[in-house]
């Protein structure tokens, strides 16, 4: 499965749709204005609340 038929992305993957590091994408998971959710332990993030979250960030 590619990312994008994915609904819920990997923080790898996410720090590299926004061209960011790994401490910056862990660093953003803790906040609760970021669209991610632990399931089983893992990170995840929505992939179509990441595009509206940086779309919020950048105007």
């Known amino acids: ?3 994008q038929e994915k609904i ?3 923080p790898k993957e996410a720090k590299g749709l926004l061209g960011i590091g ?3 994408i862990y660093d953003l ?3 609760k204005n970021f669209p991610s959710v632990y399931i ?3 990170i995840y993030i929505n992939k ?3 595009q509206e979250w940086a ?3 950048c105007s």
């Open 55 to 57: 779309d919020k960030m």
């Open 1 to 3: 499965m590619n990312i």
């Open 29 to 31: 998971c803790k906040d």
């Open 8 to 10: 819920l992305i990997t």
């Open 48 to 50: 179509d609340k990441l």
């Open 40 to 42: 089983g332990g893992r």
């Open 22 to 24: 790994t401490n910056a």
